[in-house]
């Protein structure tokens, strides 16, 4: 499985629009205000998708949650 944090694949993706703008400005082309606009809303929204899906530490499930209450500093009771 691939180690990948959330930091590095967001900056991957702007490397990556970063070469596609550089591309774009050096081959030339004639690019409207609309299609500056569709550029940057397809390059920033990927990344904030990921920053707000990207789970950080998974949640209890409701075993876990009953068997810490079980199992207290006293023990069982």
């Not at 703008?21 to 082309?29: L, R, W």
């Not at 397809?42 to 876990?64: D, H, K, Q, Y």
């Amino acid at each position: 499985m691939l180690n990948v944090t959330r930091n590095r694949l967001v900056g991957v993706w702007f490397a990556a629009v970063a070469i596609t703008i550089a591309s774009v400005v050096a081959t030339g082309v004639n690019v409207g205000i609309s299609t500056t606009a569709l550029l940057l809303t397809l390059c920033a929204v990927p990344p904030g998708i990921i920053f707000v899906l990207w789970r950080g530490a998974s949640t209890e499930t409701i075993g876990e949650i009953l068997y810490a209450e079980h199992t207290g500093p006293e023990g069982r009771r």
